[in-house]
């Protein structure tokens, strides 16, 4: 019998052992969760997350042995304050696969779950999902053979009071033969280079597909900025890629300056978030008056995602993602100079090669 939708897999058996990794029960063992009491009593809510990341120091979130899947991670911290502002940025997130000493995901926690420039904002995605603006989960499917290992740094100037997490995943005997490993990597240039395109992610060396890119703009320039083009360089492309997008706004599925006409006719830019795509975040829309450095001197700020989940870009021996800084005004099209993160997220054979240098965490703040 075939079953014409997703739901249809349901009404089959499975064969696996689901664990949970959290703090009610940090090794996910069988029949080990909720044993710590509390002020209720034996196995009542004693330990419901990390009671202080302390400044400086390396959590390791989940330790678990293999063959697996991570089937979803669910974060979320203590509501910020002035004086935890930039937490968002300054909490790294790492993974690492099978016992390996460079990880294989490397980000910021805000900007690996779409939500740059250290404020939380609303996805509503098929793989990242953030309800409402501060509770972060992932259902990217990540895979490990032997081990799996995820970390959180807190390079953050204070204690950050509370950690709240979840890692669901299943046990299997074994894995398929043709299974490849996630991976995830935060770059930033804080002034782009005329005729210079930014780099997404290069470097990348094996057989893999790339899944999706998260993309965090500050303008720093007047006029529209969103022609500019994305490329894919696909095995051995050198001078041109194989894959020329049309246009920034093209890219993440928009079209004509995200306009739409408000209340009063004028024409505005509009967000979204879709299973796919999504502008999830503009900073001339934000009304939170909490941060003390957003005034009216603070550059515009925008963050989208686009998941080649329907359509992924397949590479046999390597890859380099890059995007164009170009925008146009009353004289035409010119090359413009902006501050630009973003977040490329692949799946690929391992080993991988080692990441750049992640920047200093002063280096990740929004301006």
């Known amino acids: 019998m075939d079953f014409c939708n997703n739901l ?3 009404i089959r058996e499975k064969h696996g052992r689901s664990r949970v990794i959290n703090a009610e029960n940090p090794q996910g063992e069988k029949g080990r969760g909720g044993t710590v009491a509390s002020a209720l009593g034996s196995s009542r809510k004693g330990s419901p997350c990390i009671r202080g990341l302390e400044s400086g120091k390396t ?3 989940a330790e678990m042995d293999g063959p697996g899947v991570i089937q979803h991670i669910w974060i979320t ?8 502002y930039y937490v968002l940025r300054d909490l790294v997130l790492r993974m690492y696969w099978d016992g390996e000493d460079n990880p294989s995901v490397e980000a910021p926690l805000g900007d690996f779950f779409c939500c740059g420039f250290a404020r939380g904002c609303d996805v509503n995605s098929l793989p990242i999902v953030v309800n409402p603006k501060r509770a972060m989960n992932s259902y990217f499917p990540m895979p490990f053979r032997k081990k799996a290992k995820i970390t ?3 390079q953050h100037a204070a204690i950050v009071p509370a950690f709240f997490y979840q890692i669901d995943y299943c046990l299997y005997d074994e894995l398929p033969f043709d299974t490849v490993y996630f991976h995830a990597q935060w770059r930033r240039e804080r002034l782009t280079q005329k005729q210079k395109d930014y780099t997404i992610v290069e470097g990348i060396k094996g057989k893999g597909h790339y899944v999706g890119t998260y993309f965090a703009l500050t303008t720093l320039e007047r006029y529209w900025w969103g022609e500019g083009e994305i490329k894919f360089y696909l095995d051995g492309d050198r001078e ?7 246009g920034t706004e093209d890219y993440f599925g928009g079209a004509w300056s995200f306009g ?3 209340n009063n006719n004028r024409t505005i830019e509009r ?6 795509l999504g502008y999830v975040y503009y900073s001339c829309h934000d009304t939170e008056v909490f941060n003390p450095y957003h005034n009216d001197d603070t550059m515009p700020q925008r963050g989208f995602y686009r998941w080649h989940i329907m359509d992924p870009v397949l590479f046999e021996k390597d890859l380099r993602v890059t995007i164009q800084q170009i925008g146009v005004c009353h004289k035409g099209l010119f090359e413009r100079q902006d501050d630009v993160a973003s977040v490329a997220y692949w799946y690929q054979s391992e080993p991988h090669n080692v990441f750049p240098v992640f920047p200093r965490v002063e280096d990740r703040w929004p301006r």
């Open 260 to 262: 739409a006409l408000d």
């Open 271 to 276: 967000t979204y978030t879709t299973p796919f």
């Open 240 to 246: 041109y890629p194989t894959i020329c997008g049309t």
């Open 59 to 61: 959590y390791a979130l």
């Open 8 to 10: 249809g897999g349901l």
């Open 152 to 154: 959180i740094e807190n």
């Open 77 to 84: 911290v203590t509501d910020r304050t002035d004086q935890d």
